[in-house]
């Protein structure tokens, strides 16, 4: 530069673009480890291989597993519902006895009640009815004497 010659200063804009490896981008959840696509480390697609406790594009949901103890999970079962079969074996048991005993007991209180209806019937010839008490699905109450 000369004294002469004006300096003129310039803004200068630079855009800068950095590449950042998908990765680093979109972290897989649950200690899942990011690995690159086809396209190498820049490229936008991505894998996350996940550990055997969970699965999904990032590692967020719970994997669901067979428990180790199946066979003693089977045993449990079975050993419930043979005892749920044996409980209602009983309780039907039981409902047949006390069915058999109150039809028994139905039929002598049918045997004491005919003997009844011979003692307490009623010559309408005589009796009063002085006033209505009530009415129902099987007829009307009345007062009588």
């Known amino acids: 530069l000369t004294n002469n010659t004006l300096f003129n200063a310039t803004t200068l804009t630079y855009e800068l673009q950095v590449a950042v490896p998908m990765c680093a981008i979109a972290a897989c959840a649950n200690g899942g480890q990011c690995v690159a696509g086809a396209g190498g480390p820049y490229a936008a697609e991505y ?18 597993r067979p428990a180790a103890d199946a066979g003693l999970e089977a045993m449990a079962l079975s050993t419930v519902a043979v005892a749920l079969l044996l409980l209602l074996a009983a309780v039907f048991s039981r409902t047949q006895l ?39 699905a099987y007829g009307v109450v009345m007062r009588g004497r």
Do not use: H, K, M
Request: hydrophobic share 35%; with cysteine; proline share 2%.
């Open 47 to 64: 894998e996350c291989s996940c550990s055997a406790d969970f699965i999904g594009p990032r590692c967020s949901f719970a994997a669901l």
């Open 98 to 136: 006390q069915r058999q005993e109150l039809f028994e007991r139905l039929l002598s209180a049918q045997e004491e009640n005919t003997s009844l209806q011979q003692v307490w019937q009623i010559d309408y010839g005589e009796l009063l009815l002085e006033r209505e008490l009530a009415r129902g």
